[in-house]
């Protein structure tokens, strides 16, 4: 089914009650583009992230309007012809411009490239010295003695394309002997796990707040030929879940966390809870501005930091407890 894009160009201050109205004309399928809101984001001290795309950048000059998704049947024509009259409807009797100018611009988008298209740009590469990450859709003829993680990261965090993944997967390479049980917190495709399993861990428990990733990061583990007895998965935040950080338990060899700043402080005093004795608990998605911040809350729980990896301002830090 091939989809209709509609862009309505508005004001900031008419953004609810403009989809307001989209959603009693049964669109359901719609996105905001507003930099009003994009300002508040980035004032949000609340928000647990360390860093903002360029591209995301991009959108506090964007030019606020709705983005509509309509199929290409007779139910899509009805709904775009509702749309539009309403629209005129309004545009005639607003005679302070509270809505802006209602302009209206449409374009085609097929099924196919909506889901797709982003997958031309994911081929497979090489990660530390004995991994090479191939996204399930392609294939590797030749390997070169390399162990082949496949992966299919959906809508979850890892590819292995970022310098935080792949900074704590080459940490993972150099500190798994063989036998190790990890726990993976944030978990997202499940990548971190699944190259743990391919380098020698005996069995992983992963953990991640959102169920979406749970679900991506089990389906990507048994792609992978691992099934239900190399991993348990639990959805739900360690942080303020006592009955999860129980069942999740204790007595790991290595515990990574792949996550943001903030999260990580957070998770501090949890740590040394899931690991042995000298264990290795390995943390990235840490900004080199954040770096300190971090430093004083592993100090602050009696955490050992045993070196720190860095790559264009990205941050991996191995420790022991």
Same mark, same amino acid.
């Given at each position: 089914? #091939? ?5 309505? /160009? ?22 905001? &583009? ?30 606020? &309007? ?30 302070? =411009? ?8 449409? #374009? ?13 740009? /994911? ?8 991994? $090479? ?8 003829? #030749? ?19 970022? &310098? ?5 997967? +080459? ?12 726990? #993976? ?38 792609? =992978? ?33 792949? $996550?943001?700043?903030?999260?990580? $402080? ?11 004795? =000298? ?26 930091? $045993?070196?720190?990896? +860095? ?11």
């Amino acid at each position: 089914m #091939d989809f209709k894009k509609i862009n309505v /160009y508005t004001n900031s201050e008419a953004v609810y009650p403009l989809t307001s109205l989209v959603s009693e004309l049964g669109i359901t399928g719609f996105e905001i &583009h507003d930099s009003a809101d994009f300002e508040d984001f980035l004032e949000n001290k609340d928000m647990n992230w360390d860093y903002v795309d360029d591209s995301l950048m991009n959108l506090k000059n964007v030019k606020t &309007h709705i983005t509509l998704y309509l199929q290409q049947n007779e139910q899509g024509a009805e709904m775009f012809s509702a749309l539009k009259g309403a629209l005129s409807e309004i545009k005639a009797k607003d005679t302070d =411009n509270f809505y802006g100018s209602l302009e209206i611009e449409t #374009d085609n988008v097929s099924e196919e490239d909506w889901a797709n298209n982003w997958k031309q740009y /994911y081929k497979p590469f090489n990660v530390g010295e004995k991994l $090479i990450i191939k996204p399930t859709w392609e294939e590797v003829k #030749d390997s070169g003695g390399r162990k082949i993680l496949e992966i299919d990261p959906a809508s979850s965090f890892g590819t292995g394309q970022h &310098h935080t993944t792949r900074l704590v997967m +080459e940490l993972l390479e150099q500190q798994i002997k063989g036998g190790e049980r990890l726990l #993976d917190l944030g978990c997202g495709s499940g990548i971190l796990s699944i190259a743990a399993l391919l380098l020698g861990a005996k069995s992983v428990t992963l953990t991640d707040v959102f169920q979406n990733a749970v679900n991506t990061a089990s389906e990507n583990i048994e792609q =992978n030929g691992f099934d239900k007895t190399k991993y348990t998965a639990y959805c739900g935040n360690i942080i303020d879940d006592k009955s999860l950080r129980e069942r999740i338990g204790t007595g790991y060899d290595i515990i990574t966390a792949n $996550i943001v700043a903030d999260v990580i $402080i957070a998770m501090s005093p949890l740590f040394c809870g899931f690991l042995k004795k =000298n264990g290795t608990l390995i943390i990235s998605g840490i900004i080199t501005q954040r770096l300190d911040e971090v430093k004083a809350a592993l100090a602050e729980n009696n955490i050992e930091i $045993i070196s720190i990896t +860095e790559k264009e301002d990205w941050n991996a830090i191995l420790c022991r407890v």
